[in-house]
Nanobody, 117 residues
Framework: QVQLVESGGGLVQPGGSLRLSCASS??????????MGWYRQAPGKERELVAQITRGGNTNYADSVKGRFTISKDNAKNSVDLQMNSLKPDDTAVYYC?????????WGRGTQVTVSS
């Protein structure tokens, strides 16, 4: 019923920036969304939480991205963005969008981010 679609991934040089966006294909009342977040998974590693924003606007970040990444949301658009600055090769991964609702948990299909010279 609900599809999350990510965009903005790609290839960037170390030190560069990318902005990821995620939006729902169908409207969801903001009151039903507890959290919006971004996760990533690199080859051979477990999926990890990168950044999360709650209904009230509180944010959480992985220690590895604090000071470099910023998560934001637009309730009217049912969207969540991740601004990624000062990118490092270790940031290379597939990034997944997540909406955590009271009644369900939804995931995007993922977008590849590659940081390389």
């Amino acid at each position: 019923q609900v599809q999350l679609v990510e965009s903005g991934g790609g290839l960037v040089q170390p030190g560069g920036s990318l902005r990821l966006s995620c939006a729902s294909s169908r409207s969801i009342s903001s009151i039903d969304i507890n959290t919006m977040g971004w996760y990533r998974q690199a080859p051979g590693k477990e999926r990890e939480l990168v950044a999360q924003i709650t209904r009230g606007g509180n944010t959480n970040y992985a220690d590895s991205v604090k000071g470099r990444f910023t998560i934001s949301k637009d309730n009217a658009k049912n969207s969540v963005d991740l601004q990624m600055n000062s990118l490092k090769p270790d940031d290379t991964a597939v990034y997944y969008c997540n909406f955590g609702l009271w009644s369900a948990n939804y995931w995007g299909r993922g977008t590849q981010v590659t940081v390389s010279s």
